[in-house]
């Protein structure tokens, strides 16, 4: 059985591009691991720093884990650069884990997708920066990132 197209599809525009990341960053900002995980083909595969995930019911185990430590998660993403069913992708993400301390995570994601716009292959390397209360720079309300909200160049970032 066919899984449901996931538009936008490649091969990427710039808007299209643009786009599917702003999508991205939507629903990871949702903390809904299944939602997120709908983004992924079945087998997709994953290295995210030092971890290697494969299929989605990997994808929506890890994703809790994530989201039990890096509480009050907020991210931005932005192209990089695409070709073809590929897009690179930069971001920054703040959180703070359960004893208050606050950090900045950086990092970039090299996405292939499928014809249906699944993401078969997500390959994340990401640093941590701690940071204090005073230096976040991400106060919306948890959830989708206001469209009026700075991004990451305009945040210098």
């Not at 990427?12 to 786009?19: L, M």
């Not at 709908?38 to 990997?58: C, H, K, P, Q």
């Not at 192209?79 to 069913?85: R, S």
Request: proline share 6%; no cysteine.
């Amino acid at each position: 059985m066919a899984e449901k197209s996931r538009p936008p599809l490649p091969p990427f525009t710039y808007e299209t591009a643009v786009q599917k990341v702003r999508m991205a960053e939507d629903a990871w900002n949702s903390r809904d691991p299944e939602r997120v995980s709908l983004a992924y083909s079945i087998d997709s595969v994953w290295r995210n720093r030092a971890e290697f995930i494969s299929g989605r019911e990997e994808i929506v185990a890890f994703l809790q884990r994530k989201w039990s430590k890096e509480l009050d998660y907020r991210l931005i993403k932005e192209v990089w650069a695409f070709h073809e069913a590929r897009i690179a992708v930069r971001f920054a993400y703040e959180w703070h884990d359960d004893s208050g301390n606050w950090f900045r995570s950086y990092g970039n994601e090299n996405w292939e997708f499928d014809e249906s716009g699944l993401m078969r292959r997500r390959y994340a390397s990401i640093n941590d920066l701690p940071i204090s209360e005073g230096e976040r720079k991400y106060h919306w309300p948890l959830g989708r990132r206001p469209d009026d909200h700075p991004g990451l160049s305009d945040l210098g970032l």
